[in-house]
């Protein structure tokens, strides 16, 4: 799986749109990105994935760059309820069922 | 649809003792994946079952072990415990068409406390 980098901590006023950056410079053409978000003392919750174009579904959005090297994944109207640690990952799939989780971010949500 | 169910949620032992916890899959789900989560580690990769086999093993020592039933129901071990082995242990299921991970449906967790 290709290292992900991702900002320890970020803050977003609820209501306003969460921007959550991820770095992965080494993603191999048949890795997807993937991210989860672990709501404290629950087990982490898919959220969405995407391998070339960007991908919408009902929590969020994913835009990955054109040459695959960094990802966002776009909260529109953040809830308090989005607090949480959220995960980037990178990883080809296949007979390979592991992720390889990082420290990602703690997003914050204030009122 | 139920969720992934573990048990027990919460659970004390000393040292040198073993402990078993199981996890039930979401129904038609035949992947299932344990994580150690602890606060220094973070989450961490124990092992994958599909169909009654492990496919896949993180690097952990021995006494950690698992298995699969013909129900795709798992349950994983930790032999002589160790005051490290204190974690929220973790358990997720997949669909696993082959083609890819997929999509990972977590547990809430089994909290170990190791005294």
């Known amino acids: ?111 | 649809k139920a969720g992934v169910t573990q048990t027990p949620r919460y659970l004390i032992k000393t040292r040198g003792q073993q402990v078993t916890l199981s996890c039930s899959p979401i129904s038609g789900h035949r992947s299932v994946s344990w994580y150690q989560q602890t606060p220094g580690q973070g989450l961490q990769f124990l092992f994958e079952y599909f169909s009654e086999t492990q496919r896949n093993k993180g690097n952990f020592p021995g006494r950690f072990s698992g298995r699969q039933f013909s129900n795709s129901r798992s349950e994983m071990n930790v032999s002589t415990l160790e005051l490290g082995d204190s974690a929220l242990y973790l358990c997720a299921s997949s669909l696993a068409s082959g083609t890819g991970i997929g999509e990972l449906f977590f547990g809430e967790g089994s909290r170990l406390t190791v005294l």
């Open chain 1, 1 to 111: 799986d290709a290292k992900t980098t991702q900002p320890p901590s970020m803050d977003c006023a609820e209501g306003r749109a969460a921007n959550l950056p991820c770095n992965h410079s080494t993603i191999s053409g048949n890795e997807y990105v993937y991210w989860y978000r672990q709501i404290h003392s629950q087990g982490p919750q898919y959220i969405i994935h995407g391998l070339k174009n960007n991908e919408t579904n009902e929590m969020a959005s994913l835009i990955i760059t054109e040459d695959r090297k960094s990802s966002t994944l776009i909260l529109p109207h953040a809830t308090l309820r989005d607090t949480a640690v959220y995960y980037c990952i990178a990883t080809s799939g296949g007979s390979n069922y592991k992720l390889t989780f990082g420290k990602g971010t703690l997003l914050t949500v204030n009122p």
